[in-house]
């Protein structure tokens, strides 16, 4: 959304990404404030800015039932990971279904394609990105190393631990996914564990 007054570059400035409230509102009071320069411009930047926070408004309503829904599961362990939140935590648990199905975590991590595929040559040995599995767990473990790898002083040591063995950094952002794959599965192993002990949750 762009406007000619006040300029574009203090526009944006001002308003960010308009991701939240306050950025709708500040592009609001910025709008109405040049409106009499451009009344059509602006007309149709106030509609945009209330077609976002109606989007807005429901994207929140549905994180607040995502939210209930994962916490009716029990998904406690999954939960206290890094980085799985809501959103995430109902990815995982929606792509698998049941952790039973598994039987260790490296068949989960095969499923959500993050196992190691060698691609040596010679004397070096080396791994190549693994393409295949389910992309959507694939995506919410790229998710969580994100959030390790800036955020959590376990996750960051991580990498920089494989770093020091000699792996280049896709290598060992690959072998920090493969890492964190066993542990969601860990997590929903023992969250399974729990609901089959907790009638209330067993039911959820």
């Known amino acids: 959304m762009r406007f000619s007054s006040p300029s574009p570059l203090r526009y944006r400035t001002e308003t960010g990404a308009l991701s939240n409230r306050g950025g709708l509102r500040t592009a609001q009071r910025l709008v109405r404030a040049g409106q009499a320069a451009d009344p059509i411009r602006a007309r149709l930047a106030l ?21 209930a829904a994962v916490a009716a599961t029990g ?37 959500a394609g993050v196992a190691p595929l060698p691609a040596s040559s010679g004397t070096i040995s080396r791994h190549r990105l693994n393409r ?49 794959a066993a542990v969601v599965y860990r997590s929903m192993v023992a969250d399974a564990a729990t609901a089959r002990h907790d009638p209330q949750m067993g039911a959820a």
Request: proline share 4%.
């Open 132 to 180: 295949g599995g389910n992309r959507q767990l694939n995506r919410a473990l790229i998710t969580i190393a994100m959030v390790q790898a800036r955020w959590d002083p376990q996750g960051s040591a991580y990498l920089a631990r494989k770093r020091a063995e000699g792996k280049t950094p896709p290598e060992a952002r690959r072998c920090l996914m493969r890492h964190l």
């Open 75 to 111: 998904a406690n362990r999954l939960l206290a990971v890094c980085g799985v939140g809501p959103i995430v935590a109902a990815k995982i648990l929606g792509e698998t279904h049941d952790v039973g199905r598994f039987s260790s975590a490296a068949a989960f991590a095969a499923h």
């Open 47 to 67: 509609a945009g800015i209330r077609r976002l926070k109606l989007i807005e408004t429901e994207a929140g309503d549905l994180e607040a039932e995502i939210r």
